[in-house]
């Protein structure tokens, strides 16, 4: 494949990467036709249930007045040949009588799987795979998991100071948060990409969050808490908000000393209490993705407390981090200093694939502890 070819597939990635967020839990893809060495369509999926990349293409192409017969598509993904919210996008392809599809990498989907490039090769259309294959596979790597292992992705996300703070001593409504509104809001759109939002249950004591989504649109992520006695008050908003999303409460067998009880009360307010077994000194927390994976979870945001963003790290459970730095030393106004659980940690942890995003004062850090 050529440099042209390459370009053309940058492109498609381009736009694939602009559908995160909004196509979870299905992948984001883009698609550009070229005809005549010339870009004559272009699409991306926008919306989980809406038309997929393929199709807008095709359909961009023909707005623009070219037919797309004998022209070339790039696909940052196998296309689908089942019937889904959607029909199959190779019956598109086919229709639109392409000559020529390269994609760069497979859908390890039991529906998919190397069907859709087969579809394609058996219409007598050209298939070349594999261009720009980890660019693509890094951009849907918590898709590519989920259908290779149906394990979920595991995003640990927390805020502090320059100080390692994350918190301040004493809370007031003016100082709730240490980060500002402009990455809260960014915050707001990784909790829309993820189908489980986890807090401890000091989270829930101190803070009494919602763990919804604002504005409230599309996804309703499981809130999860991690509430081993049981503790969580029936009067906190999580508890009175149970139309809002599902809630889970993890904890441990009545025969450990939980309240029968009070799992009987928080179960009338809607939310399901998930008991996990003796564990033998093990982290219980393997039990909980897997019952995740098991519901169709594909990816799951862990927010802390430091306590349990430390227990998945310890437990080597952590696929990416993402970190909002705000630009503030609190000094003696800060509480909850991260480098103590931290220091726990036996090994150090390198990230990979490091992006830095600046919002006004705070920057962002992301990256991952995975290829």
């Not at 007045?65 to 040949?81: F, H, N, R």
């Not at 259309?125 to 998991?145: D, S």
Request: with cysteine; aromatic share 4%; charged share 25%.
């Amino acid at each position: 494949m050529s440099t042209q070819d390459e370009k053309f597939m940058q492109s498609a990635l381009k736009l694939a990467a602009k559908g995160i967020g909004s196509v979870e839990p299905n992948p984001a893809v883009g698609a550009v036709i070229v005809k005549a060495g010339q870009l004559v369509g272009k699409g991306y999926h926008k919306a989980f249930g809406g038309p997929h990349a393929e199709v807008n293409a095709i359909d961009d192409c023909r707005k623009l007045g070219v037919k797309p017969d004998g022209a070339t598509m790039y696909i940052t993904l196998e296309p689908c040949s089942h019937q889904g919210k959607t029909g199959p996008c190779t019956d598109a392809i086919i229709d639109a009588r392409l000559a020529r599809v390269v994609v760069a990498t497979r859908d390890p989907s039991a529906h998919a799987n190397g069907k859709g490039i087969e579809r394609l090769q058996q219409a007598g259309i050209e298939v070349e795979v594999g261009l720009c294959e980890a660019e693509a596979r890094q951009l849907n790597a918590p898709f590519l998991k989920y259908a290779s292992t149906g394990k979920c992705w595991v995003v640990l996300k927390w805020a502090q100071s320059l100080d390692g703070k994350m918190a301040y001593a004493e809370q007031a409504p003016e100082r709730r948060w240490i980060s500002n509104e402009l990455s809260r809001k960014d915050a707001h759109k990784l909790r829309r990409r993820v189908g489980a939002i986890v807090v401890g249950i000091n989270t829930i004591m101190r803070d009494d969050p919602m763990l919804t989504p604002r504005p409230a649109k599309g996804r309703k992520p499981i809130r999860v808490v991690l509430d081993n006695s049981l503790r969580i008050p029936l009067k906190s908003r999580l508890l009175r908000t149970p139309k809002a999303s599902p809630i889970l409460i993890y904890t441990r067998e009545a025969s450990a000393g939980v309240n029968p009880k009070h799992a009987e009360r928080i179960a009338k307010r809607g939310a399901e209490v998930l008991a996990y077994g003796e564990t033998n000194g093990a982290s219980n927390l393997p039990f909980l993705l897997d019952e995740l994976g098991r519901r169709g979870v594909q990816q799951v945001l862990v927010e802390g407390g430091v306590q349990v963003l430390t227990s998945f790290l310890k437990a080597g459970l952590a696929d990416e981090v993402c970190v909002y730095v705000a630009s503030k030393i609190l000094g003696a106004q800060g509480a909850v200093y991260m480098g103590e659980p931290m220091a726990a940690l036996v090994e150090e942890i390198g990230l990979r694939h490091v992006e830095i995003k600046v919002f006004d004062d705070d920057l962002r850090l992301t990256g991952r502890l995975v290829d």
